[in-house]
């Protein structure tokens, strides 16, 4: 596994890659624009000329906004074009993939709500960059959310039905709250034969490495560092030496600043192991 973190781009994109080799980190990942703003930023010429010549690996994550199994035809909208506008910045960028929460059904039922994201996602991304490509993150399953699932994460990769333009971003803590064990070296090798049955471990494009404040199963959506929550340091650091995920990013997305993160993922996940 290849350790990186979320970063910061606070002062701007370019602020990430300075921070990222200042932490002496080879991949991260960064929000292209306000997670929390519908309208997205315009990228300058100096962030196209300095990410064209990166000598890291970054993944995008999409607004937090963003819920493509939504009923509500205005948020589908806003949905729809926040993540092609995030598309069209990962071109610009050279940024291949973008990690997207699923969506919530808020009571349309499962099913109902697993078809709609689909079918979003493949019409946006047949009308996007096709150096882009959608990560569909598991999620805690709290509410009504989707993709919590090894399951429902097999029928969105089916349905959207675009295999070289989609995969998977696997959180340790969002798995283990949904439910899957993660928390002895047992429980890792039993999960990720599990997942490799169900949806294919050659998916996984990118890892979230995150401990757990909540229980397994609890549903709860709480990160912590390494070693300091339910899961526990050993477990993610075979998983993170698994061959399977040699060339895979494992990005921290732990409490604390992009200094602390980088200590979290760097006790957890040696590059190469």
Same mark, same amino acid.
């Given at each position: 596994?290849?350790?990186?973190? /979320?970063?910061?781009?606070?002062?701007?994109?370019?602020?990430?890659?300075?921070?990222?080799?200042?932490?002496?980190?080879?991949?991260?990942?960064?929000?292209?624009?306000?997670?929390?703003?519908?309208?997205?930023?315009?990228?300058?010429?100096?962030?196209?000329?300095?990410?064209?010549?990166?000598?890291?690996?970054?993944?995008?994550?999409?607004?937090? &906004?963003?819920?493509?199994?939504?009923?509500?035809?205005?948020?589908?909208?806003?949905?729809?074009? %926040?993540?092609?506008?995030?598309?069209?910045?990962?071109? &610009?960028?050279?940024?291949?993939?973008?990690?997207?929460? +699923?969506?919530?059904?808020?009571?349309?039922?499962?099913?109902?709500?697993?078809?709609?994201?689909?079918?979003?996602?493949?019409?946006? =991304? =047949?009308?996007? +960059?096709? *150096?882009?490509?959608? &990560?569909?993150?598991?999620?805690?399953?709290?509410?009504?959310?989707?993709?919590?699932?090894?399951?429902?994460?097999?029928?969105?990769?089916?349905?959207?039905?675009?295999?070289?333009?989609?995969?998977?971003?696997?959180?340790?803590?969002?798995?283990?709250? %949904?439910?899957?064990?993660?928390?002895?070296?047992?429980?890792?090798?039993?999960?990720?034969?599990?997942? *490799?049955?169900?949806?294919?471990?050659?998916?996984?494009?990118?890892? /979230?490495?995150? *401990?757990?404040?909540?229980?397994?199963?609890?549903?709860?959506?709480?990160? %912590?560092?390494?070693?300091?929550?339910?899961?526990?340091?050993? +477990?993610?650091?075979?998983?993170?030496?698994?061959?399977?995920?040699?060339?895979?990013?494992?990005?921290?997305?732990? +409490?604390?600043?992009?200094? *602390?993160?980088?200590?979290?993922?760097?006790?957890?996940?040696?590059?190469?192991?």
């Amino acid at each position: 596994m290849i350790p990186g973190i /979320h970063v910061s781009v606070s002062g701007g994109l370019n602020k990430a890659l300075d921070k990222l080799t200042e932490l002496e980190l080879p991949c991260g990942q960064i929000f292209t624009s306000n997670q929390l703003q519908w309208e997205g930023r315009a990228i300058t010429e100096s962030e196209v000329d300095r990410y064209s010549s990166r000598s890291v690996s970054i993944v995008s994550h999409a607004s937090y &906004l963003i819920n493509l199994a939504t009923a509500d035809r205005k948020k589908k909208k806003l949905s729809i074009a %926040a993540l092609e506008t995030e598309l069209e910045r990962m071109h &610009l960028l050279g940024i291949k993939w973008c990690v997207l929460h +699923p969506g919530a059904h808020m009571g349309s039922g499962e099913e109902t709500g697993i078809g709609r994201i689909s079918s979003i996602a493949e019409k946006v =991304l =047949l009308n996007s +960059p096709e *150096d882009t490509g959608i &990560l569909y993150e598991n999620t805690a399953g709290q509410g009504t959310t989707l993709g919590y699932s090894f399951e429902q994460l097999a029928r969105l990769l089916e349905l959207t039905g675009i295999p070289e333009r989609t995969g998977i971003c696997f959180d340790t803590c969002h798995a283990f709250a %949904a439910g899957y064990d993660l928390s002895s070296v047992e429980a890792v090798s039993e999960a990720v034969g599990k997942f *490799d049955e169900i949806v294919g471990v050659h998916n996984i494009k990118a890892f /979230h490495i995150n *401990d757990s404040q909540g229980e397994c199963g609890s549903h709860r959506d709480r990160h %912590a560092s390494p070693g300091e929550g339910h899961i526990g340091l050993e +477990p993610l650091r075979y998983l993170a030496s698994l061959t399977e995920f040699i060339n895979i990013p494992g990005l921290a997305e732990t +409490p604390g600043t992009d200094k *602390d993160r980088a200590c979290d993922i760097k006790k957890t996940v040696t590059e190469n192991r």
